[in-house]
């Protein structure tokens, strides 16, 4: 009797945008042409981007701002390496609608075969410390894992971004990497961290 072994299985793929609901929250898929819009309030103040791995943009830079567009949203669908997905996250309202927009989390297919994805956030200061961003990005970790077959979800962050490293502790997501003088942010070298989480970790703290 030959033992049968579990093979590796890719990305479960195409996946199509769709709303993603929480108690608190909905996350709504972010277009292409709502993207520069939806950051034009919070996503480019200085105090924001701070730690974000995008340059701060002019309200009047259509190109800045259009080519910063399509970085965070490739499109409708991850079907192949490279596409992204990004939801606005907004309040929910009683009767189940969204409201004020308070952030965006997008999710990208880095390796379909190796069923890899990065993920990334910003959301506005305001809403700092009710646990928000904790329960809007734990609902797209759960769908790459749940829904897209995700192996490992990882984030690499500005290695100063304190706020979204205790974030990826919250979702027990360890630090593989610290990348040192990696990019060159506002003229100056930075490193940058990697957190990042397998499905066999994720479904242990299930």
């Known amino acids: 009797m030959t033992d049968t072994i579990d093979q590796p299985a890719p990305a479960t793929v195409p996946f ?3 709303i993603v ?5 909905v996350l709504r898929p972010l277009t292409i042409d709502e993207a520069t819009a939806a950051h034009s309030d919070f996503a480019l103040a200085k105090k ?9 943009r002019d309200h009047d830079d259509e190109q800045t701002n ?11 669908r991850i079907s192949d390496k490279g ?5 606005a996250v907004e ?66 962050l500005d290695a100063r971004n304190e ?3 205790r974030l990826c502790a919250i979702h027990g997501m360890r630090q593989e990497a610290l990348l040192k003088e990696r990019e060159i942010v506002d003229g100056e070298w930075h490193d940058v961290a990697i957190f990042a989480i397998t499905a066999d970790e994720w479904k242990a703290r299930a």
């Open 48 to 56: 924001v981007v701070k730690y974000l791995r995008w340059e701060v």
């Open 91 to 156: 309040f929910k309202q009683a009767d189940g609608s969204q409201g004020g927009e308070i952030g965006d989390v997008a999710l990208f297919a880095k390796s379909i075969r190796n069923a890899q994805f990065e993920i990334g956030w910003v959301f506005h200061p305001a809403i700092h410390g009710r646990g928000l961003a904790t329960e809007a990005t734990k609902a797209v970790i759960d769908l790459a894992f749940e829904k897209m077959g995700a192996h490992r979800v990882y984030a690499e």
């Open 83 to 87: 596409d992204g997905l990004a939801w």
């Open 21 to 25: 609901t929480t108690d608190r929250l």
């Open 163 to 165: 706020a979204s490293a």
């Open 66 to 76: 259009g080519s910063a567009s399509k970085r965070l949203v490739q499109s409708a």
């Open 16 to 18: 199509d945008a769709c």
